[in-house]
Nanobody, 124 residues
Framework: QVQLVESGGGTVQAGGSLRLSCVAS????????MAWFRQGPGKEREFLAV????????SYTDSVEGRFTISRDNAKNTAYLQMNSLKPEDTAVYYC?????????????????WGQGTQVTVSS
């Protein structure tokens, strides 16, 4: 059974940092492109970052580039999202997602596996 479990969310003051983790099970992790998305209240799910299967290619949306870093450890079946310089507008539920593909995707419909999400709240 494919499963993605996020952790590391919480409440932090503006300017602070959090590191999200996404542990995968039930599938061959290094066959999957991994990404992070978020969904704020009343908003659509938004792409944040994606990492290729071997970790050598990454891509970010403009609003987080330079502040967020996506990475993965295939030996640990885990993807990460390091978030620095957090802003109140970063408040959302954060989701990790996996796509059984070789191409790096940024649209939610390309991803076939999703975690349940972890809440990130940034106070001003």
């Amino acid at each position: 059974q494919v499963q993605l479990v996020e952790s590391g969310g919480g409440t932090v003051q503006a300017g602070g940092s959090l590191r999200l983790s996404c542990v995968a099970s039930g599938f061959t992790f290094n066959w999957y492109v991994m990404a992070w998305f978020r969904q704020g209240p009343g908003k659509e799910r938004e792409f944040l970052a994606v990492v290729s299967r071997n970790g050598d290619t990454t891509s970010y949306t403009d609003s987080v580039e330079g502040r967020f870093t996506i990475s993965r450890d295939n030996a640990k079946n885990t993807a990460y999202l390091q978030m620095n310089s957090l802003k109140p507008e970063d408040t959302a539920v954060y989701y990790c997602a996996g796509a059984h593909d070789t191409a790096v995707h940024i649209v939610p419909s390309a991803f076939d596996s999703w975690g349940q999400g972890t809440q990130v709240t940034v106070s001003s």
